[in-house]
């Protein structure tokens, strides 16, 4: 999910967060002063902030991309190592290239591909 505080947030004694500023919320929590949510801010700190202090504003699951280019590329990777053609292939554009370690061939097409399907699945966002 999305959000915007509606409020501005000390961060701490020398850092304010700005009402208005968007945030991504990750995970909610329910704890002794009501929900609280952990939220990713536009640097990539994740702080945790009263519920009654953002506004939502997207409702969509939070997807960690990161997580996700991980999951695909190691799926990635089982797929060349099962597939001689491609195995390969792999191995042959690598080596024309000027890598020869199969390793670093079969890990660079994993995250490429990886790469590949992210960038079309954020289309549909």
Same mark, same amino acid.
Do not use: P
């Given at each position: 999910m999305k959000? #915007?505080? +509606?409020?501005?947030?000390?961060?701490? #004694? $020398?850092?304010?967060?700005?009402?208005? $500023?968007?945030?991504?919320?990750?995970?909610?929590? +329910?704890?002794?002063?009501?929900?609280v949510y952990? *939220? #990713?801010l536009p640097k990539g700190k994740q702080v945790m902030i009263n519920s009654n202090k953002v506004d939502i504003t997207d409702y969509s699951p939070y997807i960690d991309w990161e997580q996700r280019r991980y999951e695909i590329a190691k799926e990635t990777v089982t797929a060349i190592m099962s597939n001689e053609?491609?195995?390969?292939?792999?191995? *042959?554009?690598?080596?024309?290239?000027?890598?020869?370690?199969?390793? $670093?061939n079969i890990a660079r097409a994993a995250v490429i591909f990886a790469d590949a399907l992210i960038k079309e699945l954020k289309k549909g966002e």
């Open positions: 959000g #915007k505080t +509606n409020i501005g947030i000390e961060l701490s #004694k $020398t850092e304010m967060l700005a009402i208005g $500023t968007e945030v991504e919320i990750l995970d909610s929590l +329910n704890g002794y002063a009501g929900v952990r *939220c #990713k053609d491609f195995y390969h292939q792999v191995l *042959c554009e690598g080596a024309e290239h000027g890598q020869r370690q199969i390793q $670093t």
